[in-house]
């Protein structure tokens, strides 16, 4: 269960640490976007949210998998597929949490709008250094609201993890697949405990969500 | 004296700009019209915070945009005092002033000027969210200042305060062109603002610009609307020459100009801003009494004579213009006429904060 604990916040870190990078500048452009295509693109984002995740599981294992449309790319890194292995745990998670990462800092570029941001090409910052020295502070409540709901999601996905990790320990096999394991086995003591830790943890990341949500509310 | 020089053209959403204009490169041109005409539209271009199909700009002999060339906003030395501060809330006051500083690596407008001048000293610790309107907008103008601009734009910087605050920035507004050597460019759909700040003005109506020159040229311009609106007055900016105490009065101006005026308003050689309301001149043949106070030797140079009640017309006395309204039945009665020499007595007032 210690193994498990451990993979699972790597795989939660690592994850929510992609989002940060690859979300926040999809947020930002589709906060100011206009057009069909911003749309299109912002379904697709959102798509997680309403799709099976063993639905998507299915469609990340085929393209993952080594018949997939990635595997001449993952051939020169010596791989044959990502599926059922640690990076393909992560590239699913990044697709399953994206929306929980993109909405809250969608929304807070979009609250922003783009009053600081001319203000700052006005005063002689480039596009790039007005995003960094003030878009991007001003969205924080946003971005660490969309950070922890990141995390706290990917620690409790199940569906997709089942489909495109396979249950090997020490490998992929995160809590909550550990939590279905002791319940098949009966070891209902252990599924109650590891239930209790990842409920207390959600809650607690809720609230500090809603707290930061407060926070930013009247600055 | 260098020019700005400017032409936008361009459509959106059915609403066409096609504006025009040539100002000096220096003092405060105020760019009027009502809400909608596109004079924030203007400005935002001015900036290169829009980017229109046809466009050219120059300031003081510096190429901001023509055909096939836009410099982009960073790179331009532009000053831009939005209604709405849009202070960076996640900064102190201090790290606001000096955002644009050390973005332009210092210049001549120094931190300390600025800070005395709009009074800032007390509010640099704090962060917006702790500052009320007015120390916010103060705060934007100085932010504006410190990155040495060459070109200062205002979009109705007093439009979003209380009267209160407002007339506590007004004075502020019309001395900072001068004491930063500034043009400033002061966009307002309110009167009263032009008449107070503006030396040139910039009249737009439906995306052009209809009229362009000297604010008292236009005020007492017969074709313009300033002269036919209720309240019409024209602007004189006087030279203090003395002040009576004996009876409170200002007196300013130099022949045959010169105006007594009730108050203390500046020391003498302070420049003052006064308005002349136009029903608040009336025409003699000859002078009454010498008592009076405020008798003008003019000369008629235009009247606009329709069918009302009224004729509005135009005096020349030396250089200066004023307007006077009287009767028709006054104009008839008189025997007045185009070129002939009439004495105007003039009741004029101090524009507050002047």
Not at chain 1, 142 to 149: K, V
Not at chain 2, 85 to 104: C, E, I, K, P, W
Not at chain 2, 267 to 291: E, K, N, Q
């Amino acid at each position: 269960m210690g193994a498990a604990a451990v993979l699972t916040l790597e795989l939660a870190s690592l994850t929510t640490l992609v989002l940060l990078m690859l979300g926040v500048p999809l947020a930002w452009g589709l906060a100011y976007a206009k057009g069909w295509w911003a749309e299109v693109v912002g379904a697709v984002v959102s798509l997680p949210l309403v799709l099976p995740p063993t639905v998507l599981g299915f469609y990340l294992l085929i393209l993952l998998g080594p018949n997939g449309p990635f595997a001449p790319l993952l051939s020169h890194f010596g791989l044959t597929t990502l599926a059922f292995s640690f990076p393909g745990l992560v590239i699913g998670s990044c697709v399953y949490s994206l929306p929980f990462m993109v909405q809250p800092v969608r929304g807070a570029f979009a609250a922003l709008g783009q009053g600081a941001w001319e203000a700052a090409l006005t005063l002689r910052a480039t596009p790039l250094d007005a995003f960094f020295s003030v878009t991007l502070p001003l969205a924080r409540g946003g971005i660490a609201t969309g950070a922890l709901l990141a995390f706290a999601h990917t620690l409790g996905e199940f569906g997709v993890v089942t489909m495109i990790g396979g249950d090997i320990p020490g490998k992929t096999d995160v809590l909550s697949i550990v939590i279905f394991d002791d319940v098949e086995n009966l070891d209902w003591n252990q599924a109650g405990r590891i239930s209790a830790v990842l409920a207390l943890f959600s809650f607690l990341v809720i609230l500090a969500t809603l707290r930061l949500g407060h926070r930013t509310e009247r600055t | 004296m260098s020019r700005i020089i400017a032409s936008f053209q361009g459509s959106f959403g059915g609403f066409r700009l096609d504006a025009g204009f040539d100002i000096p490169a220096g003092g405060r041109t105020g760019l009027f019209g009502p809400s909608g005409c596109g004079k924030s539209t203007v400005l935002r271009c001015m900036a290169g915070l829009v980017r229109l199909q046809g466009g050219n700009l120059r300031v003081g002999g510096e190429v901001w945009q023509e055909d096939g060339y836009f410099l982009p906003p960073y790179k331009r030395a532009v000053g831009y005092v939005f209604q709405d501060a849009r202070l960076f809330t996640h900064l102190s006051v201090r790290d606001n002033l000096r955002f644009g500083l050390r973005r332009a690596g210092g210049g001549r407008i120094a931190e300390a000027d600025v800070v005395e001048f709009l009074g800032l000293a007390p509010l640099l610790g704090r962060y917006p969210a702790a500052l009320s309107g007015g120390e916010r907008q103060r705060v934007a103008i100085g932010r504006t200042l410190l990155a040495q601009p060459r070109l200062l734009l205002m979009d109705e910087p007093l439009a979003a305060l209380d009267r209160e605050s407002a007339e506590q920035i007004l004075p502020r507004l019309r001395e900072v062109s001068a004491r930063f050597g500034v043009p400033v460019l002061y966009v307002s759909h309110q009167m009263d603002e032009i008449e107070r700040i503006a030396q040139h003005l910039l009249l737009m109506r439906a995306g052009r610009v209809m009229a362009a020159g000297a604010l008292t040229d236009l005020l007492t311009d017969l074709s313009l609307p300033f002269a036919a609106r209720d309240g019409a007055a024209t602007v004189l900016e006087l030279t203090v020459s003395a002040y009576d105490e004996t009876y409170g009065l200002t007196l300013a101006g130099a022949p045959p100009l010169c105006l007594t005026v009730p108050g203390w308003l500046g020391a003498v050689g302070a420049v003052i801003r006064l308005r002349v309301r136009a029903s608040d001149v009336s025409l003699l043949r000859r002078p009454a009494s010498s008592s009076v106070l405020n008798l003008l030797p003019t000369r008629i140079l235009a009247a606009d004579i329709q069918t009302g009640p009224h004729v509005l017309v135009v005096l020349g006395v030396g250089e200066a213009r004023l307007l006077a309204r009287i009767t028709r039945k006054s104009w008839d009665q008189m025997g007045l006429a185009l070129g002939q020499e009439i004495f105007a007595q003039v009741k004029a007032e101090a524009l507050a904060g002047a």
